[in-house]
């Protein structure tokens, strides 16, 4: 511990602004422009229980978008940022397309962040109707993305890949949750490389944040993530984007 | 070892990515022993909207006790800590009193972090009967402070102070709010003393944040901090916990 306060005197010298740490949020993506609107889009991962009133208590949910929003508009007041949190609980892609022109476009973001396909995932696996197989997920997803880049130009676009560990529902049901959920996780990939998004890859954090503690830690039913998992979330999103939009 | 570990990444970070900043939270308390039990008690600053059932879903509410909770379980997964939030909105220091040995001591906690004040400060403010006046406030969570040490000894006390800004209803009464609450902040700082907790300063956090954004940015409403709020409680909590226990 010293030895952190000593390279921090030692940082302090060298950066003059100070110390970080290996695992933190980065500082200021640069898709934070002054006045951004940042919008959150999704299943219940995202909703984490979000107020649905005016009241700005409680309004970001329980989950990610909290950690992320909290930490940055901390951090950057003088971007006078908006985030936005839209994720509705159950969602699958096909939900997220129907209310997309109020629920996104209408908000006029900057930023839009969209984590989706454990339900759409769910629909097949669990045999639910409308079932959105991974070639359906693929085609409105798609038709989702160049709908929000013709009405919103210029606007940056963050998909997180879908992520399940082998807990509770998900473990009774593993391999027919890994391959379908390894299917759409690529088909995001392939989807962020045709429309020039952020992919925040999350299955791998998740994998091998396993190595650290049992996958319940992490992701409490499979699906889930308990606060130490959003906290994954939030960071693999921060250091994706800056990655991505800081270029090398 | 491990600092010269740390001190490595952070270096190699700082030669990649090009950046550092001062104001995250620190590493690692040195409160969070192996299993430590950390209990986050108060009013509705705390309470944050969180889960009352046995759900892991939105356990922790909806704040700074949330940030916390994230941030250090995701970086400290070999200390096996478990976070408890038992804040309920519109508590005063009596309600804390009333409910204190079954949502307080019954839960073994190692650590008991109070937020509390505000609601007690209101009630004489605005002549709602019970009101607790400052000397009240000072003797029930004097007595509450003994029995704890006395039920739970070895027990690390934190009390967090607390805070107001001059926005919306605080603002229409603010001299009568900003004398009240800066008794209660004085008898919050004696009584961290009388029992050697760590105390949390967060009225001079909140002050100087107002020097980078309006008042309404940080706390909606003159009492609820809104999101980068909330991370202002959590930052001034992790370093204040850790420069208290770590020592000079």
């Known amino acids: 511990m ?35 609107r940042v919008l959150f889009q999704g299943d219940s991962i995202t909703d984490g229980n979000r ?22 508009g901390r951090h950057l007041p003088d971007h006078h940022l908006t985030f936005i949190n839209r994720g509705i609980s159950g969602n699958k892609v096909t939900d997220l397309k129907a209310r997309w022109q109020k629920d996104a476009l209408d908000l006029k973001p900057d930023v839009v962040s969209i984590l989706v396909g454990i339900n ?18 693929e085609r409105v997803y798609d038709e989702l993305l160049a709908e929000t880049k013709a009405a919103l130009p210029g606007v940056r676009l963050v ?11 998900v473990k009774e049901k593993w ?38 503690a049992p996958a319940e830690y992490w992701i409490w039913d499979g699906v889930h993530p308990t606060y130490p998992g959003h906290q994954i979330v939030a960071e693999s999103w921060a250091r994706a984007v800056d990655s991505f939009w800081r270029g090398p």
């Open 175 to 212: 391999e027919a949750y890994s391959a379908d959920v390894k299917a759409r996780q690529e088909i995001v990939a392939r989807l962020a490389g045709k429309h020039g998004a952020c992919l925040v890859r999350l299955q791998e954090a998740f994998d091998k944040a396993c190595e650290e």
């Open 2 to 36: 010293k030895g952190v306060i000593r390279c921090g005197m030692t940082l302090a010298i060298l950066a003059v602004v100070g110390w970080a740490r290996a695992g933190d949020l980065p500082d200021e993506p640069a898709i934070f422009r002054d006045g951004a």
């Open 159 to 169: 998909l997180c890949e879908p992520f399940i560990l082998p807990v509770g529902p």
């Open 120 to 137: 759409d995932a769910g629909s097949v696996i669990r045999q639910r109707d409308p079932a959105v197989t991974p070639g359906e997920f």
């Open 51 to 72: 107020g649905r009133s005016p009241d700005p208590n409680h309004i970001l949910g329980h989950g990610y978008a909290f950690i992320l929003a909290a930490h940055y």
